[in-house]
Structure formats: C-alpha cells, structure tokens
C-alpha cells in the first residue's frame, strides 16, 4: 500500500479506482483513515446477505438500467456536502479479465458539481483473490495504489457537458492506469 497520506481526513474527495473484484472496496475501507460511501449498484441492496449491509454502511444505491441518476447525484453530492468521502468504480462493474475498462463520466460530473478533488486509486491483485467468474475467493497479496489529488479547479465554472465530462474521466483513469502499470485504453 502506497499513498495514504493523499487521502484528505477532514474534507470531501472522490476515491475513483479501477474495479477488479468485489473485493476491491472491502480492502479499500481496510486501510483508509475515514468511512467511505460508495455507488453501488442496486443489485447488492436485494441480495439478502450483502443487502443488510449495504443500507446499515450507507451505501448509495444505483439502478443501472435507468436512465434517470438524479437522485444517485442528489445523494453522493450530499455525502460530499456533509465532508465525507464518495467512493466511485468509474467503470460502472467488476472488470471481466483483470485490466483497465471504458470508464463511464459520472465521477467528473460529481467531482464538477460538488468542486471536491478526485483522489485515484489502483487496486492491483484483487482479481486473482476473487474475479468476476469466481465464487470462492483465493488467499492472494493485493496493492493499493493511492494517487495524489487530481484538481478540477480549472473546469469549474465551466458547461457540464458530456465531452468535458469524458475527457476528465479520461485523465482520471489515465492516472490510475499509472498507478497499476497499465495502459488506459481510452
């Protein structure tokens, strides 16, 4: 584990890592100074052992079948709001080989609307403890890259638009691809 020290305590920031497993926000919350609220999709709040705990951590719910995210916005800008961290997977799901994914623009979006920095993560092994297509997870060393603080302050005042949002995204996953060693394939 690598950088800790990037991670703010006592102010708002998105933690964006790349997704490998679902193990990747269980050794993130292992090691990380603060709570961390993350998007998670709403498949976990129906499964009856992972749903309980899931609402109890105050996990944000989102449906990715619907088109419609105002209200995953409305509370992941309420936890930054509150000067908590958001944790966001920008690939939107578990990656099906282990390396970096299309990202989705949602985590620039948040981080323009809320004016917090976005701290990247690379989580580096946690595929091969438990990967998409497994069940039982395998006793594996796994990383945790933590990146320094990528600044938006440039873009605020700025349209929104989708473009603008994918390009920042873009650079986001460029940084966590340097965190792992792989190229973000953009």
């Known amino acids: 584990m690598s950088g800790l020290a990037n991670i703010p305590v006592e102010r708002s920031a998105i933690i964006a890592s790349n997704h490998e497993s679902y193990f990747d926000f269980l050794c993130f919350l292992a090691i990380s100074k603060g709570w961390v609220y993350y998007l998670t999709k709403r498949e976990h709040f129906e499964n009856i052992i992972w749903g309980p705990f899931m609402r109890y951590t105050g996990q944000i719910e989102v449906d990715r079948e619907s088109s419609d995210k105002t209200a995953v916005y409305e509370q992941a800008l309420e936890v930054l709001r509150e000067g908590k961290l958001l944790g966001v997977f920008p690939e939107g799901t578990r990656s099906p080989n282990g390396k970096l994914q299309k990202a989705y623009a949602g985590v620039a979006k948040i981080a323009l609307l809320a004016k917090v920095p976005v701290i990247p993560v690379a989580m580096i092994g946690t595929f091969e403890i438990l990967s998409k297509f497994q069940?039982?997870?395998?006793?594996?060393?796994?990383?945790?890259?933590?990146?320094?603080?990528?600044?938006?302050?440039?873009?605020?005042?700025?349209?929104?638009?989708?473009?603008?949002?994918?390009?920042?995204?873009?650079?986001?996953?460029?940084?966590i691809g340097e965190l792992k060693k792989e190229r973000y394939p953009c």
Not at 148 to 160: A, H, R, T
Request: with cysteine.
């Open 135 to 175: 069940y039982l997870p395998r006793f594996r060393k796994c990383q945790i890259r933590i990146g320094k603080p990528i600044s938006l302050d440039k873009y605020y005042g700025q349209e929104i638009t989708d473009e603008l949002a994918q390009q920042i995204t873009d650079k986001i996953m460029k940084t």
